[in-house]
Nanobody, 125 residues
Framework: VQLQASGGGLVQSGGSLRLSCAAS????????IGWFRQAPGKEREGVLC????????YYSDAVKGRFTISRDNGKNAVYLQMNSLKPDDTAVYYC???????????????????WGQGTLVTVSS
């Protein structure tokens, strides 16, 4: 099981960025998928997740209305579309997955089984 996150970079405040998370060794559509981030000097926080059984997506209050997740089952990948970016969104972003669908819930704090390597997003003011 491998996850490869990509798409990070430098963007101005108000801009957009799309992160990708490509999976290999398993079918991503059957797994709970979460995106997390860790800003310098701060703890890791859940950003959003999608439940594979019912398709429900849960968002943190910090990103609700600005970030969305989408899937491409043919490419075995998921994407994190980030709009209206703010300097506070600066962090290393990680995708994670877990075979347990209930890993994705409104708490966004499940310790997922598998993690990608992270991709840095920097938002300048």
């Amino acid at each position: 099981v491998q996850l490869q996150a990509s798409g990070g970079g430098l963007v101005q405040s108000g801009g957009s960025l799309r992160l990708s998370c490509a999976a290999s060794g398993f079918t991503l559509a059957h797994y709970a998928i979460g995106w997390f981030r860790q800003a310098p000097g701060k703890e890791r926080e859940g950003v959003l997740c999608i439940n594979p059984l019912d398709g429900n997506t849960y968002y943190s209050d910090a990103v609700k209305g600005r970030f969305t997740i989408s899937r491409d089952n043919g490419k075995n990948a998921v994407y994190l579309q980030m709009n209206s970016l703010k300097p506070d969104d600066t962090a290393v972003y990680y995708c994670a997955t877990d075979p347990l669908p209930s890993a994705c819930d409104h708490d966004l704090d499940h310790d997922y089984d598998y993690w990608g390597q992270g991709t840095l997003v920097t938002v300048s003011s």
